[in-house]
């Protein structure tokens, strides 16, 4: 049969998730249905990532790139990384083994937050002053921000709470009205009908 051969060579083509909704609109003309996996199925799966395991140079090279964060003065950067590397390998237990002992040492925000918060408050049209910055850094510290992206997201928070940068809200209908008016301090307000013009 002619039929039976070319469903089994576009079964092949699409997998076998894909050949179920093809069959349903090649044969039913209805709306198709999609696989789903049964939970059987997704546990398999997802036993099946837990066993992976990385190369032996690879977690080289993936210690040796903490390392590098590290000399850079953004230990937090670093331990990003390696939670990332512990998600993406879960059973192996180096990655973990150093993430645990950097999280018993310090961190110094100062090189990598200054920078950070440098270009933050520049986009924005700020400035800070040193006194400032300590306390921020401070602040972000005991709140247990250890990386310079943490501490830049701290910073917009704190910006966006002060009304001193728009928030994602604001940036939206800005798109279609325009910036939002700001008052002579600084703060931008949800006026938008200022710049329409008569």
Same mark, same amino acid.
């Given at each position: 049969m002619v039929l039976p051969a070319i469903l089994g060579g576009l079964a092949t083509g699409v997998g076998s998730a894909g050949a179920g909704a093809l069959f349903g609109k090649l044969l039913g003309g209805g709306e198709a249905t999609e696989f789903q996996p049964s939970p059987l199925m997704e546990a398999l799966g997802g036993h099946g990532l837990a066993t992976v395991k990385p190369t032996r140079a690879k977690k080289r090279a993936d210690i040796g790139q903490f390392r590098q964060y590290v000399r850079s003065g953004d230990?937090?950067?670093?331990?990003?990384?390696?939670? #990332? #590397? #512990?998600?993406? *390998?879960?059973?192996?237990?180096? *990655?973990?083994?150093? *993430?645990?002992?950097?999280?018993?040492?310090?961190?110094?925000?100062?090189?990598?937050?200054?920078?950070?918060?440098?270009?933050? *408050?520049?986009?924005?049209?700020?400035?800070?002053?040193?006194?400032?910055?300590?306390?921020?850094?401070? &602040?972000?510290?005991?709140?247990?921000? &250890?990386?310079?992206?943490?501490?830049?997201?701290?910073?917009?928070?704190?910006?966006?709470?002060?009304?001193?940068?728009?928030?994602?809200?604001?940036?939206s209908l800005s798109l279609i009205f325009g910036a939002p008016r700001r008052t002579e301090e600084g703060y931008y307000t949800n006026d938008y009908m200022w710049n329409r013009g008569g």
């Open positions: 230990r937090g950067a670093g331990e990003d990384f390696l939670r #990332m #590397m #512990m998600e993406a *390998y879960p059973q192996e237990k180096r *990655y973990a083994q150093a *993430y645990t002992k950097s999280l018993k040492k310090p961190v110094d925000l100062t090189q990598s937050g200054w920078d950070t918060a440098d270009q933050i *408050y520049s986009n924005a049209g700020l400035t800070f002053t040193g006194d400032e910055f300590q306390s921020m850094a401070e &602040r972000a510290q005991k709140q247990g921000i &250890r990386g310079s992206a943490a501490f830049g997201d701290f910073l917009k928070q704190n910006l966006m709470a002060q009304g001193k940068v728009m928030t994602p809200a604001q940036e």
